[in-house]
């Protein structure tokens, strides 16, 4: 009931948000071509509540607040998978031409996509944009880094020739390309260089207890040894730590990176460590002593020492409209570039299929970003907004891209489809999208340890 009531709100919040923005898409596209929409619909189910427009549209709230559809004249269901008699006549669906049916099942992603670039640029204008330069900060001993000449301060420029804006694309690169040659373009003391390292095989726990492998070359970004986020009951609250503390030295060794501090506490459980930070301007001094934690490190189990904070968020820059306006629409761009290679990523075995979660995996993000800050859980509403626009353009029948993918059949025959071919594949559209979901779901019960749960409970 606890994880209901703590993640519950935030994440059915976020989500009503989204479909509403989703369905007005089509909403808008569908009276712009002179097709009438007859129902509204956040949710599915029992109507709770609603009303009825001038326009004969019923605007209503349903009972399952997971979704949303927008009910076209003609429609026989929610999903537009069908038709009646009506949806020939003038205002059905049908009676629209095959450029004003794409627009309205378009218009509902390109709608997630829009809020997704018009919300990111007012953050860049307000907030600023996050930035993680890519200038490495350390490198690992013993790495491919290490062995072909990286230097703390050199600053890449392109792998394999694309060009490298963020820190955080170098690890997108690296992830899956162990065993690879790759070719990065440096610049160090204003000359440019090409050094070529193979990523090693590295195995990692993600913080969900899940261990993976990966690519590996050992280089880290240059991210100052500030604190952001104190964890409650944590051994770092404990010792007095506070947000904004810069950390100068532990037991006397300067700490100019947060992944100094990190490491240096991850080889000391249990061990007090004499900290001097910097807070408001004034030097102190304090004991910390990391908590001792049984982790999974390079493929073994390991205590190290762990003392429960973030890092301080990274740079930010505040941008002027028009810059903030552009700089939305290329995040939006290259997110969903990122989000496709992810999942193709998964399709042929480079990621492990447990990475797909479900509802309740989404819900526990949204709550968990929520209390970090309301900015954080903004940044999340992008991405999953991203990703809904995306979803719903796989050309797989029930979702808005599987029917373009019938208007493109439609197009190129002259003619609709049978009723029948569209129906078997509605049929397998359906299953595809409910063995995905229970798929997820299954991921997500496992993530929750409900099966070993059970287990225990069954004696």
């Given at each position: 009931m606890s994880v209901i009531l703590d993640?519950?709100?935030?994440?059915?919040?976020?989500?009503?948000?989204?479909?509403?923005?989703h369905e007005l898409g089509h909403y808008l596209a569908a009276r712009f071509v002179g097709v009438h929409a007859s129902a509204f619909s956040i949710g599915f189910g029992p109507e709770l509540f609603g009303w009825t427009d001038k326009r004969g549209c019923r605007w209503r709230f349903a009972l399952i607040p997971l979704g949303g559809y927008v009910k076209m004249q003609g429609d026989a269901n929610a999903a537009s998978a069908g038709h009646d008699e009506t949806?020939?006549?003038?205002?059905?669906?049908?009676?629209?031409?095959?450029?004003?049916?794409?627009?309205?099942?378009?218009?509902?992603?390109?709608?997630?996509?829009?809020?997704?670039?018009?919300?990111?640029?007012?953050?860049?204008?307000?907030?600023?944009?996050?930035?993680?330069?890519?200038?490495?900060?350390?490198?690992?001993?013993?790495?491919?880094?290490?062995?072909?000449?990286?230097?703390?301060?050199?600053?890449?420029?392109?792998?394999?020739?694309?060009?490298?804006?963020?820190?955080?694309?170098?690890?997108?690169?690296?992830?899956?390309?162990?065993?690879?040659?790759?070719?990065?373009?440096?610049?160090?003391?204003?000359?440019?260089?090409?050094?070529?390292?193979?990523?090693?095989?590295?195995?990692?726990?993600?913080?969900?207890?899940?261990?993976?492998?990966?690519?590996?070359?050992?280089?880290?970004?240059?991210?100052?040894?500030?604190?952001?986020?104190v964890i409650p009951d944590s051994a770092a609250q404990s010792a007095g730590l506070q947000p904004g503390d810069q950390i100068i030295s532990l037991n006397g060794a300067a700490i100019p990176t947060f992944r100094e501090f990190a490491l240096f506490v991850r080889a000391r459980p249990a061990q007090v460590i004499a900290a001097e930070i910097e807070r408001d301007g004034q030097r102190m001094m304090l004991d910390l002593t990391p908590a001792a934690t049984t982790a999974t490190v390079d493929g073994k189990e390991q205590v190290i020492g762990r003392i429960g904070v973030n890092a301080a968020a990274r740079e930010r820059v505040q941008l002027d409209p028009l810059t903030a306006s552009s700089a939305g629409a290329v995040y939006v761009w290259d997110m969903s570039g990122r989000i496709l290679e992810y999942m193709w990523q998964i399709v042929i075995g480079l990621r492990p299929v447990n990475e797909i979660g479900g509802v309740l995996r989404i819900a526990q993000i949204a709550g968990d970003t929520a209390k970090i800050s309301l900015l954080a859980l903004i940044t999340f509403g992008?991405?999953?907004?991203?990703?809904?626009?995306?979803?719903?353009?796989?050309?797989?029948?029930?979702?808005?891209?599987?029917?373009?993918?019938?208007?493109?059949i439609e197009w190129a025959r002259g003619r609709r489809m049978s009723e029948r071919a569209e129906e078997m594949g509605y049929r397998v559209g359906f299953a595809m999208v409910i063995g995905l979901m229970l798929f997820a779901t299954w991921n997500d019960l496992a993530h929750f340890q409900v099966f070993d749960r059970l287990q225990t409970w069954l004696g």
């Open positions: 993640y519950g709100p935030w994440f059915l919040g976020l989500l009503t948000i989204l479909v509403f923005v949806s020939e006549q003038p205002g059905g669906l049908l009676s629209a031409s095959i450029g004003g049916r794409a627009l309205i099942f378009v218009a509902g992603p390109a709608a997630n996509f829009i809020l997704a670039a018009v919300v990111s640029a007012i953050v860049f204008m307000t907030a600023g944009q996050q930035i993680t330069p890519p200038i490495i900060g350390g490198i690992a001993p013993n790495s491919p880094a290490e062995t072909v000449g990286f230097q703390p301060g050199d600053r890449i420029l392109s792998i394999n020739g694309s060009r490298i804006r963020q820190f955080e694309q170098v690890a997108d690169i690296e992830f899956t390309a162990a065993g690879t040659p790759m070719a990065l373009e440096v610049e160090r003391n204003g000359e440019r260089l090409t050094l070529t390292a193979t990523p090693e095989i590295s195995k990692f726990e993600d913080r969900f207890g899940n261990s993976y492998e990966r690519g590996r070359l050992g280089l880290y970004a240059a991210v100052p040894a500030k604190i952001g986020r992008v991405l999953l907004s991203i990703n809904l626009g995306l979803i719903n353009l796989f050309p797989v029948p029930m979702l808005d891209g599987g029917h373009l993918a019938f208007l493109a």
